[in-house]
């Protein structure tokens, strides 16, 4: 039976296996162990038959693994993500976060599109092919806390090549491996203005503001075009992969028209070619009377590759301070610095990869950018710099990953199940010399 019928039979299998994994809900709610234990169980169906779960460094669970082939087969490590995030708002989605509901062809879900969906990618390949596999497997699924798991454990990531699992295709029918991922600093800055609140009444105009101080430094953040603007930091790249069209991201986004879209370059530059900053969140003691002493912001500063992460973070304190009006006080408190990552599509695993995709989908394959940092990419390949790391997934744009009203197109879980099928079958043959 043709690759293609043997996965369109198992898709009613990977849609009630996604429903179960769904359902689960966040990472951290009682019983999330069960989550792992549940990728436990599958992949040991499937012949890793080591496979076991690991404590990670951050409280998490990790599920590794292998399933050996003959002595000269290359090693492909499958990775994913089994963690999701808790629903602040259920009021936003459409539909439970927690239940797969189907909507108008697509799967909803919290976490549908994203770890979740990639593992079902994977279990579903690993199913279509049977004993079909001429390739050495490992499979690592877990979260951030992998980043700190694999100096302490190198050779369970040793591999000649990762499928590494990310938001995934440039859009419905359009494949696409992702080469950049942009760092992240982020930070709490505080301002004082006063040692204590004064009524507004009496000390207005000539007592300092301290909201009005950190509102007039966020702004520097930024120029009129909203270009963001950190004294020492270029803010003039230019994205050489995918393009993102201006119409589809302020769908994608849910910009309203009327409202411009940030950044003097294309959207693809602003998106994985230039230094972002977004004001995640402002605290200020509330009182309708009182002349605010102190406020703070919660700022966070995406870091395209590149530029080096703590450069830039040493970049955003200083602006802070400099650009700070009236002589008020500034203290910074950092969260985190995460580096950027950068891979090239050279490899003999990107080139396999390029070849299912054009027999899968009929159109070549694309590059494309992901926001949102991957510490696991760069720790992997500080430990392993000779394993080649292909990162790919069953989402795209429209899939609103991690955000609300989530949702799956079930022909990209089956293509995309195609082509790492298709990878893993020849990757034996066209994989590293």
Same mark, same amino acid.
């Given at each position: 039976m043709p690759?293609?019928?043997?996965?369109?039979?198992?898709?009613?299998?990977?849609?009630d296996?996604?429903?179960?994994?769904?359902?689960?809900?966040p990472?951290?709610?009682p019983?999330?162990?069960?989550?792992?234990?549940?990728?436990?169980?599958?992949?040991?169906e499937?012949?890793?038959?080591?496979?076991?779960?690991?404590?990670?460094?951050?409280?998490?669970?990790?599920?590794v693994?292998?399933?050996?082939?003959?002595?000269?087969a290359?090693t492909?490590l499958?990775?994913?993500?089994?963690?999701?995030a808790?629903?602040?708002?259920?009021?936003?989605?459409?539909?439970p976060?927690?239940?797969l509901?189907?909507?108008?062809?697509?799967?909803?879900?919290?976490?549908?599109?994203?770890?979740r969906?990639?593992?079902?990618m994977h279990?579903?390949?690993?199913?279509a092919l049977g004993e079909?596999?001429?390739?050495?497997?490992?499979?690592?699924?877990?979260?951030?806390g992998?980043?700190?798991?694999?100096?302490?454990?190198p050779?369970l990531?040793?591999?000649?090549?990762?499928?590494?699992?990310?938001?995934?295709n440039?859009?419905?029918g359009?494949p696409? @491996?992702?080469?950049?991922?942009?760092g @992240?600093?982020?930070?709490?800055?505080?301002?004082?203005?006063l040692?204590?609140?004064?009524r507004?009444?009496?000390f207005?105009?000539?007592?300092?503001?301290?909201?009005?101080?950190?509102?007039?430094m966020?702004?520097?953040?930024?120029?009129?075009?909203?270009?963001?603007t950190?004294?020492?930091?270029?803010?003039?790249?230019?994205?050489?992969?995918?393009?993102?069209?201006?119409?589809?991201?302020?769908l994608?986004?849910?910009?309203?028209?009327?409202?411009?879209?940030?950044?003097?370059g294309?959207?693809?530059?602003?998106?994985?070619?230039?230094?972002a900053?977004t004001?995640?969140?402002?605290?200020c003691p509330?009182d309708d009377?009182?002349?605010?002493?102190?406020?703070?912001?919660?700022?966070?500063?995406?870091?395209?590759?590149?530029?080096?992460?703590e450069?830039?973070?040493?970049?955003?304190?200083?602006?802070?301070?400099?650009?700070?009006?009236?002589?008020?006080?500034?203290?910074?408190?950092?969260?985190?610095?995460?580096?950027?990552?950068?891979?090239?599509?050279?490899?003999?695993?990107?080139?396999?990869v390029?070849a299912?995709?054009r027999?899968?989908?009929?159109?070549?394959?694309?590059t494309?950018?992901q926001?949102?940092?991957?510490?696991l990419c760069?720790t992997?390949?500080?430990?392993?710099?000779d394993?080649?790391?292909?990162?790919?997934?069953?989402?795209?744009?429209?899939?609103?990953v991690?955000?609300?009203?989530?949702?799956?197109?079930?022909?990209?879980?089956?293509a995309?199940?195609?082509v790492?099928?298709r990878?893993l079958?020849?990757?034996?043959?066209?994989?590293?010399?």
């Amino acid at each position: 039976m043709p690759l293609r019928d043997r996965i369109a039979g198992l898709m009613p299998r990977a849609r009630d296996d996604l429903s179960e994994l769904v359902a689960f809900g966040p990472d951290h709610a009682p019983g999330s162990r069960n989550t792992a234990r549940w990728v436990l169980n599958r992949f040991l169906e499937l012949g890793f038959r080591d496979s076991r779960v690991e404590d990670l460094p951050d409280g998490s669970q990790a599920v590794v693994g292998s399933r050996p082939a003959g002595p000269d087969a290359p090693t492909v490590l499958l990775h994913a993500d089994h963690a999701v995030a808790a629903v602040p708002d259920d009021a936003v989605w459409r539909t439970p976060p927690f239940r797969l509901t189907e909507v108008h062809g697509r799967w909803y879900g919290r976490g549908a599109a994203g770890g979740r969906g990639n593992i079902l990618m994977h279990l579903t390949a690993l199913r279509a092919l049977g004993e079909d596999l001429p390739v050495h497997l490992k499979v690592v699924v877990g979260g951030a806390g992998l980043a700190k798991f694999v100096p302490e454990h190198p050779d369970l990531f040793r591999a000649d090549a990762v499928l590494v699992g990310v938001d995934g295709n440039a859009g419905v029918g359009r494949p696409a @491996v992702t080469v950049s991922l942009r760092g @992240v600093v982020e930070l709490v800055v505080s301002v004082r203005a006063l040692a204590e609140g004064r009524r507004a009444g009496a000390f207005s105009g000539a007592a300092p503001d301290a909201l009005a101080a950190l509102v007039s430094m966020l702004a520097s953040l930024r120029d009129a075009r909203g270009e963001t603007t950190v004294h020492g930091l270029p803010h003039n790249q230019v994205w050489l992969g995918e393009p993102y069209p201006a119409d589809r991201f302020r769908l994608d986004a849910a910009v309203p028209e009327g409202v411009d879209l940030l950044g003097d370059g294309l959207v693809a530059d602003a998106l994985w070619a230039r230094p972002a900053l977004t004001v995640l969140g402002i605290d200020c003691p509330a009182d309708d009377t009182a002349i605010a002493p102190a406020a703070t912001a919660h700022l966070a500063l995406h870091v395209p590759p590149g530029l080096d992460a703590e450069l830039a973070h040493t970049a955003l304190v200083d602006h802070l301070h400099d650009v700070a009006p009236w002589g008020v006080r500034v203290t910074t408190r950092t969260r985190r610095v995460d580096r950027p990552y950068r891979s090239t599509v050279d490899g003999s695993a990107h080139r396999t990869v390029a070849a299912a995709m054009r027999e899968v989908y009929g159109t070549p394959m694309t590059t494309s950018g992901q926001g949102d940092p991957l510490p696991l990419c760069t720790t992997l390949t500080a430990v392993h710099p000779d394993a080649e790391l292909v990162l790919l997934g069953v989402g795209e744009p429209s899939s609103r990953v991690h955000a609300p009203n989530e949702s799956l197109d079930p022909g990209e879980l089956a293509a995309m199940s195609q082509v790492e099928a298709r990878f893993l079958q020849r990757f034996a043959r066209d994989g590293p010399r």
